[in-house]
């Protein structure tokens, strides 16, 4: 199960009606490249700190506010239920007026902004949808869901209506949730763990389904080069599917699709994979270029996990490990640097680290997080608590491709998902809860300085946010979304639902 811990992070956003209420109607607002009287209109102005705007001084640190709320569907008893929170699937249309929305109830709507009107919405799966993109023009949305079929959807972005569909489940098998709707039912089933659209307009639809037959383990997970017409152009493995895991891929538009690789299936894993390891793969066929493997961090850990800290730059590559170690990789695998930023360390006779759990690259070098302080498992008691925090806990980390360091940046906010600007100034970094740590205060996203890691500005929220916040094309807006939240006293609090911050 420990695959999906992470899935069950707490998210929820501020909820209720579209427009973002406003007590400050006469107060002039310093955005990012603009300023707004209220809640009135944005105007462009290319301010500075210190530029004197209509009378009003502009601050060091611009403000990041609230302009649409898009409530979803009522998930409140999730959280009654201790069932993991909700995540939301989010993509801005190439020209940054519309968002697409995909909830895990089967819902997706499209919204304009800033307006925050509804352009059209569709009831679609029979399970959650876990991944929407845009055609290059617009004018397709594609959808992958997480369900018995594990449909792959080409959608009319205008209207929702079917242009073509691809059932994964024919190469990933079914399953059914599991009759009693337990914590992690729906993760059991098979389901499109990626949709990254090229330049030319083809796809890499990546896929996977872990599941129990008769109390026994099983994996499949295969890789597909779609076409815009959902032709098949190329499939990893070309045989048929993998007995493993392959999750959430990334994707150099140069030439390669970098894929972590990882196994919960009983029985002996496939000679032909890096289990614990990468493979990467020629885009243009899905052949195999080189793999690596990494041997687990002794005696902590008896075997490596990745989750979302895979990526692929133009000539290297990078993977951040769950034991808090992370490599920097040349172009056919080597070893360019071996870092070390949250491996265990003892304190109180307790060891306590901090996993590498995101990151993201461009030709500049590597963002990647360290988040929450863990003892590792198997290496105390199951209910003790880190004694200390982690010195490199809930960290941004900026490093060349070389591997060595550019800055660190230590943040109040428990971080998780982070987002390059589509002109690689800006990190967009979730800011979501903290385990047994109930201030509410510490919410939302956090805007960073690429180059430097001073912060622009923070984009509060009422609760957690899910770690899957997106950038619009010119990079000045930014959607969040979150789910309703347990809190201290074992109430529930938040609401399912996106917010979209200027």
Not at 150 to 169: E, H, I, P
Not at 419 to 428: A, E, I
Not at 475 to 502: E, H, I, L, M, Q
Request: charged share 20%; proline share 8%; hydrophobic share 40%.
């Amino acid at each position: 199960m420990r695959l999906y811990r992470y899935i069950s992070v707490l998210v929820a956003v501020l909820g209720g009606c579209r427009s973002a209420p406003d007590s400050t109607a006469s107060t002039l607002h310093f955005l990012r490249g603009a300023v707004q009287t209220g809640s009135g209109p944005l105007r462009q102005v290319a301010w500075k700190p210190g530029d004197v705007v209509d009378g009003a001084t502009a601050p060091l640190v611009a403000e990041c506010r609230a302009q649409v709320q898009v409530a979803l569907e009522d998930r409140r008893s999730d959280a009654e239920q201790g069932v993991p929170p909700a995540g939301v699937a989010l993509q801005f249309a190439p020209d940054g007026r519309r968002l697409a929305i995909g909830t895990v109830g089967g819902r997706v709507e499209v919204v304009s902004v800033p307006g925050g009107d509804v352009v059209a919405t569709r009831e679609l799966a029979e399970g959650a949808v876990a991944q929407v993109a845009f055609s290059p023009d617009g004018g397709t949305l594609y959808v992958g869901e997480q369900s018995p079929d594990a449909f792959v959807y080409a959608l009319d972005a205008g209207t929702l209506a079917d242009r073509w569909r691809r059932r994964l489940a024919d190469d990933l098998e079914t399953s059914a949730p599991p009759a009693d709707d337990t914590m992690y039912g729906r993760f059991s089933l098979p389901g499109a763990y990626a949709i990254r659209v090229l330049g030319d307009g083809s796809l890499i639809v990546a896929g996977a389904h872990g599941w129990n037959v008769d109390g026994v383990r099983r994996n499949r997970s295969r890789i597909w080069r779609l076409g815009p017409e959902g032709d098949v152009r190329a499939t990893f493995p070309a045989a048929g599917a993998a007995d493993a895991i392959f999750l959430f891929p990334s994707v150099d538009e140069g030439g390669d699709v970098l894929v972590g690789v990882s196994r919960s299936a009983e029985g002996p894993a496939p000679a032909d994979l890096p289990v614990g390891g990468l493979i990467d793969l020629a885009l243009a066929d899905l052949k195999p270029r080189w793999t690596r493997q990494f041997e687990p961090l002794k005696p902590y850990f008896k075997e490596v996990f990745f989750w979302e800290a895979v990526a692929r730059g133009p000539d290297f590559a990078f993977a951040g490990l769950g034991d808090g170690r992370a490599f920097v990789l040349d172009g056919a695998g080597g070893t360019r640097a071996e870092l070390e930023p949250g491996v265990p360390i003892v304190t109180a006779g307790v060891p306590i680290g901090v996993g590498v759990g995101f990151a993201t690259a461009s030709a500049a070098g590597v963002w990647y997080l360290t988040t929450a302080t863990n003892i590792p498992w198997g290496s105390a008691d199951p209910a003790a608590r880190p004694p200390e925090v982690h010195p490199a806990e809930n960290t941004v980390h900026a490093i060349r491709p070389d591997g060595t360091p550019r800055w660190d940046r230590s943040v109040r906010e428990a971080v998780g998902g982070v987002v390059l600007s589509p002109d690689g100034t800006t990190l967009l970094v979730g800011a979501g809860a903290r385990e047994a740590d109930y201030r509410t205060d510490l919410y939302g996203a956090v805007l960073l300085d690429a180059a430097t890691g001073a912060r622009i500005a923070t984009c509060s929220t009422a609760s957690p946010t899910y770690f899957r916040p997106v950038f619009s094309p010119d990079g000045r807006w930014v959607a969040v979304s979150g789910a309703p939240y347990k809190t201290a006293d074992g109430g529930v609090a938040g609401a399912y639902g996106v917010t979209v911050f200027r």
